[in-house]
């Protein structure tokens, strides 16, 4: 059977199957299998916004989640509220969210630019300016948005690509890997 020969709904529904599964891809079920995440590449206290700098060692014995942003970019901060309200909901737990702002425009480098921009969205997480790309390299990243789950001992357990609404099936997936990492010993 053609693509063509499939009612239009039915194709509709597998292209955005393909998307979800495409875009959700855990790194490592098993904690022993999981590769370390890569050091913090900025340490200097003007490539930090609502933080000092901090060190992936600083947040051991912390579920973290890294969010690959930059402010031009309408899937990132379409995200957003899914992640403030995630961040509302875990207040209480042994979990840090660190926005890792990584320009692609020439404007977006400005700081002064990127610190309105936290502002504008109500950012209160620690927020490292990636301008070199080098903590983007690091962890080998591709994509606006994407969110990057790292256990208590400091190990890559997820990667989720794309705009993320509360309740879609990126949301579950991560918010229950972030569960399930918050349940396991540091």
Same mark, same amino acid.
């Not at 490539?47 to 992936?56: G, K, M, R």
């Not at 480098?109 to 990636?130: G, Q, S, T, Y």
């Not at 789950?149 to 991560?174: C, M, N, S, W, Y």
């Given at each position: !059977?053609?693509?063509?020969?499939?009612?239009?709904?039915?194709?509709?529904? !597998?292209?955005?199957?393909?998307?979800?599964?495409?875009?959700?891809?855990?790194?490592?079920? %098993?904690?022993?299998?999981?590769?370390?995440?890569?050091?913090? =590449?900025?340490?200097?206290?003007?490539?930090?916004? #609502?933080?000092?700098?901090?060190?992936?060692?600083?947040?051991?014995?912390?579920?973290? !989640?890294?969010?690959? &942003? =930059?402010?031009?970019?309408? #899937?990132?901060?379409?995200?957003?509220?899914?992640?403030? *309200?995630?961040? $509302?909901?875990?207040?209480? %737990?042994?979990?840090?969210?660190?926005?890792?702002?990584?320009?692609?425009?020439?404007?977006?480098? /400005?700081?002064?630019?990127?610190?309105?921009?936290?502002?504008?969205?109500?950012?209160?997480?620690? /927020? !490292?300016?990636?301008?070199?790309?080098?903590? &983007?390299?690091?962890? *080998?990243? +591709?994509? &606006?948005?994407?969110?990057? /789950?790292?256990?208590?001992? *400091?190990?890559? +357990?997820?990667?989720?690509?794309?705009?993320?609404? $509360?309740?879609?099936?990126?949301?579950?997936?991560?918010?229950?890997?972030?569960?399930?990492?918050?349940?396991?010993?540091?």
């Amino acid at each position: !059977m053609s693509i063509r020969a499939l009612a239009p709904g039915c194709f509709l529904t !597998m292209l955005i199957l393909s998307i979800a599964l495409t875009t959700i891809t855990p790194i490592a079920e %098993a904690q022993q299998a999981a590769p370390p995440a890569p050091e913090f =590449t900025h340490a200097d206290a003007d490539e930090w916004i #609502n933080s000092n700098p901090l060190s992936l060692t600083d947040l051991r014995g912390q579920v973290v !989640m890294l969010d690959f &942003w =930059t402010f031009d970019c309408w #899937n990132c901060y379409r995200s957003f509220p899914w992640l403030k *309200g995630l961040e $509302a909901r875990l207040a209480e %737990a042994d979990f840090t969210v660190i926005g890792v702002h990584t320009p692609e425009f020439a404007h977006e480098r /400005v700081r002064a630019n990127v610190v309105a921009k936290v502002h504008e969205f109500e950012l209160h997480h620690p /927020v !490292m300016i990636d301008n070199d790309l080098s903590y &983007w390299k690091a962890i *080998g990243n +591709r994509y &606006w948005p994407t969110f990057y /789950v790292i256990d208590k001992r *400091g190990h890559l +357990r997820g990667r989720f690509i794309g705009e993320t609404h $509360a309740g879609d099936p990126r949301a579950q997936a991560i918010e229950s890997l972030i569960a399930a990492l918050l349940a396991e010993p540091s």
